[in-house]
């Protein structure tokens, strides 16, 4: 559904067909790297170290902890 790329084999033929889909049109180009932008965002260190902040508050403050 070219949310965040165009999914290929590793074939020359099959690159190249999406690279030309690509330059054929902008549009979709442009929305592809809109939505991977966003989604790389998701996954940025920082995010994944604020994430596992959170998590690690969670799991401290959980009433199913164990005294390990």
């Known amino acids: 559904n070219y949310n965040n790329g165009i999914f ?3 074939s020359a033929q099959s690159i190249a067909e999406a690279m030309e889909k690509l330059i054929c049109n902008p ?8 939505n991977a ?8 260190a920082e995010r994944m170290a604020h994430d596992y902040i959170d998590l690690y508050r969670k799991i ?8 390990h």
Do not use: D, F, V
């Not at 549009?27 to 809109?34: G, K, P, S, V, Y």
């Not at 401290?60 to 005294?67: A, E, L, Q, R, W």
């Open 60 to 67: 401290k403050h959980s009433p199913y902890k164990t005294n």
């Open 27 to 34: 549009e979709l180009c442009n929305t592809i790297a809109q």
């Open 8 to 10: 290929c084999n590793a």
């Open 37 to 44: 932008r966003i989604t790389s965002q998701k996954y940025s």
